[in-house]
């Protein structure tokens, strides 16, 4: 695989999308307890050691890289939204560890080549628009023989089936803006494959769940009305419109149910690593 590099200019064609993400993001620090098992999780699998130097991508409020940290790594985490990031710093200075927390893009990551031991990304690293670019850049500063590894969500598993769903909801894009994939692509070990291609060896995958406590399906479905951005936005598009409303709660309670037993949702995720070619 050609490793892609990108700067940040101020033609880039997803400089909305990505500004709206940033506006989105910035409401999931709640979900920061259900992600820190997954976390822990992803640290483990990417085998990080103390002494190592690691990059979380797209950290949001610092799980990993805190969960690296109290192993001993050096390590540094990036994220585009700097409300996440203040919570992130927050968590560093509660576990007293000591973490280098930088607002940025995925996309233009501002380190060296060959500066880190280890590049993970837990659910975030997904969302980049350019999936060529965000890989070529989190191989670009991986040194050769390091490690990269990933969470992700398998597209028809749950959070792949609520994406696929909200999105049938969502307002159309503006006329000419160019559409980013799915991120649950990421979630597809065939994908991850010919995305990483040449440019890694020792591709591993594993499955993992997290199980979510919740009082029912509507509690689940209230909770993320308020702390899911992309929700939020399609509830706000159909506002005045109550039947349509009442559709998409419905809908959504519905496949929380599939997925809800003995007050938890399960929601089971793939763990991807490989080894850097030298």
């Known amino acids: 695989m050609a490793v892609e590099k ?6 880039d064609p997803f400089a909305g999308f990505k500004a709206t993400q940033r506006d989105a993001w ?3 620090a709640p979900f920061e307890a259900i ?3 997954p976390a822990a999780k992803l640290v483990k699998f990417a085998r990080i050691a103390a002494g190592q130097r690691v990059l979380d991508v797209a950290c949001g409020t610092g799980v990993v890289p805190v969960t690296a940290a109290r192993r001993g790594a050096i390590v540094s985490g990036l994220d585009l939204s700097p409300v996440l990031l203040e919570r992130a710093r927050r968590n560093a200075e509660i576990a007293e560890v000591t973490i280098d927390f930088t607002e940025g893009d995925v996309e233009a990551l501002p380190y060296p080549d060959a500066s880190f031991d280890a590049v993970t990304s837990q659910f975030g690293h997904i969302f980049a628009p350019r999936p060529a670019i965000a890989i070529g850049e989190m191989l670009r500063v991986l040194k050769p023989g390091g490690t990269i590894a990933f969470n992700t969500w398998p597209p028809e598993l749950f959070v792949g089936r609520q994406l696929a769903m909200l999105m049938r909801y969502a307002p159309p894009p503006p006329p000419g803006a160019p ?6 692509e990421w979630g597809m070990p065939d994908v991850v494959r010919e995305r990483l291609g040449d440019a890694v060896t020792d591709l591993r995958f594993d499955r993992d769940v997290v199980m979510v406590p919740s009082l ?3 509690h689940t479905r209230v909770m993320q009305e308020e702390t899911l951005g992309l929700l939020r936005n399609i509830l706000a598009a159909h506002q005045g419109q109550p ?5 998409i709660r419905t809908a959504f309670e519905a496949l929380i149910a599939e997925n ?3 007050n938890q949702l399960r929601q089971s995720f793939l763990m991807s690593r490989a080894t850097k070619r030298g």
Not at 179 to 184: K, N, T, V
Not at 243 to 247: R, T
């Open 243 to 247: 039947e349509k409303l009442a559709e």
């Open 260 to 262: 809800f037993e003995d």
């Open 216 to 218: 029912s399906p509507q």
């Open 179 to 184: 559409q980013p994939p799915s991120p649950m």
């Open 26 to 28: 910035a409401l999931f």
């Open 6 to 11: 990108t700067a940040n200019t101020p033609d």
């Open 35 to 37: 992600t820190t098992i």
